[in-house]
């Protein structure tokens, strides 16, 4: 069974949407009405909680992960994924200004990486993998792998010159072009994503 939660109530496209998918059509699912800074669940609810494009939305990011951790059982899991990432003020101004629905909504934000980590482990969480924007297909999407595969194909055809067609992409190789795309990858709001782990001894 899986529990949703929902901040936003509008029948268009939050938990009153939510509701009238489900009676329309069997699904295992408990909508909830809420907010990730209170949540509205007992201490150790769930053994595993997901976010997608989550966190940056939090009025108060230290507030919604300790929530997670409070919920969560000892040794739970918490997958945190596409959440916007930028260096500096700067950054953070230059993704707000293009973002598309912005302007609109005024409810787009982005953190510093320390700043997303620091959270996690002021809650007592370990965290287990940190995904940069081209390190996996779930940040980088809707560019594929193949779109990446080409990308290095050709960095290394740069490089090798015609040797470079020659170069078998193996996956440590392709790992490690990846972890250059994204260390140099500066554009504002690219997309991190985390899992991690609530400490076995904590309540």
Not at 143 to 163: A, C, P, Q
């Amino acid at each position: 069974m899986v529990t949703s939660l929902e901040p936003d109530s509008s029948v268009l496209v939050g938990y009153g949407a939510l509701l009238k998918y489900i009676k329309t059509h069997t699904m295992p699912i408990i909508p909830v009405s809420g907010i990730g800074e209170s949540l509205p669940f007992k201490d150790h609810s769930f053994g595993l909680i997901y976010c997608r494009q989550v966190l940056h939305h939090a009025s108060n990011l230290q507030k919604i992960i300790y929530e997670v951790n409070r919920v969560l059982v000892p040794g739970g899991i918490f997958l945190a994924t596409r959440e916007h990432l930028i260096d500096d003020d700067h950054s953070k101004e230059l993704f707000l200004t293009h973002h598309a629905l912005h302007k609109y909504t005024k409810a787009e934000n982005a953190f510093l990486l320390e700043e997303y980590l620091q959270a996690f482990e002021k809650s007592k969480f370990v965290v287990m993998q940190t995904l940069l924007s081209w390190d996996s297909v779930i940040n980088h999407y809707p560019t594929t792998n193949s779109d990446v595969d080409r990308k290095i194909r050709n960095r290394l055809i740069e490089k090798f010159g015609g040797v470079g067609k020659m170069i078998p992409m193996f996956s440590p190789l392709k790992k490690l072009y990846r972890k250059r795309f994204s260390k140099t990858d500066k554009t504002p709001g690219r997309m991190v994503s985390f899992i991690a782990k609530k400490q076995e001894n904590y309540q």
